[in-house]
């Protein structure tokens, strides 16, 4: 079975830092494309970054120049770097993951972390 379990959220004031991390975990393959969303209160959930097995990323325009995705491959973790956060990024934040395991290919979300941007 496949887990993917979000960390590293919390409360922190407008224009400070905060790091997600993301690990996936059990009978894993492999793993291509490893993604961040975010969902606020009232609204849909959105994509914020994504980073694919060969490390091309992409980001939601709003957050382009404050965060940062990044991978460690054999740790099969992802991380989100938050900078300068904004009171609108606050959000609970959810880590995306396609998984080759013995299931097949699958898409798998975490139970997300809570990010909370005071201003």
């Known amino acids: 079975q496949v887990q993917v379990v979000e960390s590293g959220g919390g409360l922190v004031q407008a224009g400070g830092s905060l790091r997600l991390s993301c690990a996936a975990s059990?009978?894993?393959?492999?793993?291509?494309?490893m993604g961040w969303y975010r969902q606020a209160p009232g609204k849909q959930r959105e994509l914020v970054a994504t980073?694919?097995?060969?490390?091309?990323?992409n980001y939601v325009d709003s957050v382009k120049g404050r965060f940062t995705i990044s991978r460690e491959y054999a740790k099969k973790t992802v991380y989100l770097q938050m900078n300068n956060l904004k009171p609108e990024d606050t959000a609970v934040y959810y880590c995306?993951?396609?998984?080759?395991?013995?299931?097949?290919?699958?898409?798998?979300w975490g139970k997300g972390t809570l990010v909370t941007v005071s201003s």
């Open positions: 059990g009978s894993i393959f492999s793993i291509n494309a």
């Open positions: 995306n993951a396609d998984v080759y395991s013995s299931l097949g290919l699958r898409n798998y």
């Open positions: 980073i694919t097995n060969i490390g091309s990323t």
